[in-house]
């Protein structure tokens, strides 16, 4: 019988292990994924303005407008 409880004991242990190891795993990843999400808004925030500016951009130059496009027939 005290065989059984020491088995018991040491599988209960092994789990415990386990779990903190768990826990603290979670707790990294979700930190990590918190971080990215804020590399993620900041970069979309930055491809929007680079958009924007591209935008701007290319109407400003000579020949960008619809008049001065080439009819598909040429």
Do not use: C, W
């Amino acid at each position: 019988m005290t065989e059984s409880i020491d088995s018991l004991s040491k599988r209960v242990e092994e789990l415990e292990h386990q779990v903190a190891f768990q826990d603290e795993l979670h707790e990294t990843l979700n930190t990590i994924v918190a971080r990215q999400d804020g590399e993620i808004r900041e970069l979309k925030q930055h491809f929007n303005l680079l958009n924007e500016r591209v935008k701007e951009y290319s109407e400003s130059l000579p020949g960008a407008g619809p008049q001065d496009e080439t009819p598909p027939h040429y």
